[in-house]
């Protein structure tokens, strides 16, 4: 591969990882409102359905976030094998000039704050879904 290739790719590769944040977030956002406009007092077995059906599809966008990711390590070693590239592979993955952690790029860090966040969702979707007590439309929530 040569570096527009390889340059190429990776735009590919980020246009990928915008795609699956935007199903996440749809996705996501579908379900809160079915949280909120008849699923959270539904009965237990439709909201086990449900659960299990957005948890297939969190799982399906995990793959892919997983696959994408193992893309872009194999992109960003053949740019590192580049003899002169356009820029530097630390330039990619830390795109903020003097944001420096500890021998984490910030890619890295980037990807790692995804994961919490999918994952922090996906707990508080659960608590939603089978803890909370939804307030039902004949007696509204105290003020």
């Known amino acids: 591969m040569n570096e527009t290739d390889i340059l190429q790719n990776l ?3 980020i246009a990928a990882v915008l795609t699956v944040f935007s ?3 749809a996705i996501i956002s579908g379900y809160v409102a079915a949280l909120y406009f008849f699923l959270g007092r539904a009965p237990m077995m439709l909201r086990v359905v449900a659960f299990g059906l957005l948890s297939i599809g ?3 966008l995990g793959g892919t976030a997983t696959v994408v990711g ?3 390590d194999g992109l960003f070693a053949a740019w590192d094998r580049i003899e002169r590239p356009i820029v530097p592979l630390q330039d990619l993955r ?3 000039p003097g944001l420096h952690v500890a021998g984490i790029t910030q890619q890295e860090i980037g ?3 995804g994961w919490a966040v999918a994952i922090a969702v996906y707990l508080a979707l659960f608590f939603l879904t ?3 007590r939804w307030p ?3 007696h509204p929530p105290a003020p």
């Open 130 to 132: 089978f803890v909370y």
């Open 111 to 113: 990807v790692g704050i």
């Open 70 to 72: 193992r893309l872009q």
């Open 58 to 60: 969190l799982v399906f």
């Open 11 to 13: 735009f590919n590769a």
């Open 23 to 25: 199903l996440f977030f």
């Open 94 to 96: 830390n795109p903020i």
């Open 136 to 138: 039902t439309p004949d």
